[in-house]
């Protein structure tokens, strides 16, 4: 039961994350004493790990653990880059002169910024995909979360809609989270 706690925990780490994000980029340089929207980011993508442990049956052999691991490495590293953009403050000049440097660097913009990343929402779908036939709707929810964050990201550069597919992806994950709780019970 811890676990799938602290997948919740993490999950709703990252939609406070999202959320916070929406505020702009002067909000997020402006955050004191602490960048809270990447610690939220750091910390919410180490606690859904837990969900490798709640829905794998092998956690070494499974691809959606692999993909969701190697993509959780991504986000932090994000995170970490995202620490050092916000050291910058107010400093936009210098800030912009940091992002021309790493998008122009393929080695940290393609693990890091780009395909990094999307192999954690992949993993969270294919996890869900376990659970098409008996949770069609919760798997479709998760499955369509996913989705969204990734038009949000790399179609339409929004937020909102990045924000959204966050909601939508954990209401379907805590959902399959409860099935399984509920299936578990009624087995003792």
Known sequence: MKLKVLT??????LIINQLLLLGG????????????????????????????????????????????????????GQATIDFLWWSYGTDYEGMDNLTHQIMNEPSIRIPFITIGPALFYLGLAIHAGKFIKKQTL???????????????????????????????????????????????????
């Open 8 to 13: 919740v925990i993490g999950l709703l780490f």
């Open 25 to 76: 980029t002067e909000f997020i340089q402006t955050q004191k004493p602490i960048d809270y929207a990447h610690w939220l980011l750091f910390l919410g993508v180490l606690f859904t790990l837990s969900i490798n442990y709640v829905f794998s049956d092998n956690i070494f052999s499974n691809t959606a653990t692999i993909l969701t691991s190697l993509g959780a490495i991504a986000l932090i």
């Open 138 to 188: 919760l798997t479709i929810a998760v499955i369509f979360g996913v989705i969204l964050t990734g038009l949000g990201s790399f179609i339409f550069d929004s937020r909102s809609i990045i924000t959204l597919g966050h909601i939508i992806l954990t209401l379907g994950v805590i959902g399959l989270l409860f099935k399984i709780s509920h299936k578990q019970n009624e087995q003792q």
